[in-house]
């Protein structure tokens, strides 16, 4: 683990964690510190309830240290989060453009936002806007061939990063961790399951 560590403070700036890692009988990882907390509580919870907060608490802790790693990521690349995301999107999409409305909706950002960033991926060269000659209203951001060669650059260092995050668990542990977090995506938005496919 302390290997672990070293090259991730190394590549993508420190990650603290405040708690203090220990496991149950069954082998399973829980924060000994939280739990001791949970249990001082005034109101003493079922043990559903205390494995749901431990659960829900990791959840967030996890979400809040890759969001970090993510933005020291993208800032070692000269990007921010919102423009590294904004450059993932335009290289996923047919013709590596879309309509900047469009762009907005997948970023999960006001149109003003979406603007903000296309500006300055566009001062980089990295984007360029295209007017649709068809509808004088639409206007497109495309990935330049900088932009890219930017994200080409970047792709196989992050596949390798997140190997290293997701280290020592197996195929089924990463599948379950998949489906539980969709699970929970699902819960708070109401998203419908698809027919089963073969995958």
């Not at 998949?178 to 708070?188: F, P, T, V, W």
């Amino acid at each position: 683990m302390k290997h672990f560590t070293m090259e991730v403070s190394e590549t993508k700036g420190e990650c603290h964690f405040h708690g203090t890692l220990a496991t149950d009988r069954a082998g399973l990882l829980y924060d000994s510190r939280f739990r001791e907390a949970i249990r001082s509580n005034r109101r003493p919870l079922s043990e559903r309830e205390m494995r749901t907060v431990e659960a829900m608490t990791a959840l967030r802790l996890t979400a809040r240290l890759t969001r970090q790693l993510m933005d020291r990521w993208a800032d070692k690349h000269g990007l921010s989060e919102g423009r590294l995301h904004a450059l993932f999107q335009l290289a996923a999409a047919p013709n590596h453009r879309l309509p900047l409305g469009e762009l907005a909706d997948h970023l999960d950002v006001s149109p003003r936002n979406v603007t903000g960033l296309i500006d300055h991926l566009e001062e980089d060269g990295l984007v360029q806007r295209i007017d649709d000659p068809d509808d004088r209203r639409l206007t497109y951001a495309q990935l330049t061939p900088a932009g890219g060669k930017r994200i080409a650059g970047m792709r196989a260092q992050g596949l390798e990063w997140q190997l290293k995050i997701a280290a020592g668990l197996s195929t089924e542990e990463l599948e379950a961790l998949r489906h539980a977090c969709l699970r929970l995506i699902g819960n708070m938005t109401g998203a419908p399951v698809a027919e089963r496919r073969s995958a």
